[in-house]
């Protein structure tokens, strides 16, 4: 069967993630601009990213139709309106001061006594409560695949907006078969009055 607009997939597509890949990180900067702090931007950015995911057939047509980016239009539409519930979702009000933080140094390591090459091995003191194998991972390159948090946050996203189109469809499917066994008792009831 053709569709016009395709019905929701179940797996993510693969635009989706790439789009935010682009924009999870500055998303993210914004929402703990608005909101006044990191303690809840992921929370709305999930919810943003969510509400994105369930029109993202929508909006893949209209920006073909018009050449434009509708899903960045709509991205921050969805954004300024989740602020503005979370904000009224507070129970004391919220004021924001958006304050700039001083970067820290980076800790930089230093040779003790050592020549310049094993300096790159020295480490920070560590903790009497950490492990040997916490000591060894220091020296390990990194198991975690970078943009393994944007793969992450996107399919999660699309798994919430699929569940919430599953909800969406059988609630309209429920609610048409009510109305068409309600139309038929009444027609039936009519057409048995008359005669």
């Keep these: 069967?053709?569709?016009l607009i395709?019905?929701?997939?179940?797996?993510t597509p693969?635009?989706?993630?790439?789009?935010?890949?682009?924009?999870?990180?500055?998303?993210?900067?914004?929402?703990?601009?608005?909101?006044?702090?990191?303690?809840?931007?992921?929370?709305?950015?999930?919810q943003v990213l969510t509400d994105l995911?369930?029109?993202?057939?929508?909006?893949?047509?209209?920006?073909?139709l018009t050449h434009r980016d509708a899903a960045a239009q709509h991205l921050d539409r969805r954004l300024t309106a989740r602020t503005k519930q979370w904000r009224e979702d507070q129970i004391y009000p919220v004021e924001v001061n958006v304050l700039r933080e001083?970067?820290?140094?980076?800790?930089?390591?230093?040779?003790?006594?050592?020549?310049?090459?094993?300096?790159?091995?020295?480490?920070?003191?560590?903790?009497?409560?950490e492990s040997l194998a916490q000591q060894l991972a220091y020296f390990l390159p990194s198991t975690v695949r970078a943009g393994s948090e944007v793969v992450a946050d996107a399919e999660i996203a699309w798994v919430h907006a699929y569940r919430r189109?599953?909800?969406?469809?059988?609630?309209?499917?429920?609610?048409?078969?009510?109305?068409?066994?309600?139309?038929?008792?009444?027609?039936?009831?009519?057409?048995?009055?008359?005669t």
């Design 165 to 194: 189109y599953l909800w969406h469809r059988y609630l309209r499917l429920g609610g048409g078969m009510i109305l068409l066994i309600g139309g038929m008792v009444q027609f039936m009831s009519q057409f048995s009055a008359t």
């Design 1 to 3: 069967m053709a569709y």
């Design 53 to 64: 995911a369930g029109r993202w057939r929508w909006l893949t047509w209209i920006s073909r």
């Design 14 to 46: 693969p635009d989706f993630i790439a789009f935010v890949a682009a924009r999870r990180d500055l998303l993210l900067d914004e929402a703990a601009r608005l909101i006044g702090g990191d303690r809840s931007a992921p929370e709305l950015c999930m």
């Design 102 to 129: 001083n970067a820290l140094p980076e800790r930089t390591l230093e040779p003790v006594g050592a020549p310049a090459a094993t300096a790159l091995y020295q480490r920070p003191p560590t903790p009497p409560d």
């Design 6 to 11: 395709p019905p929701m997939e179940d797996e």
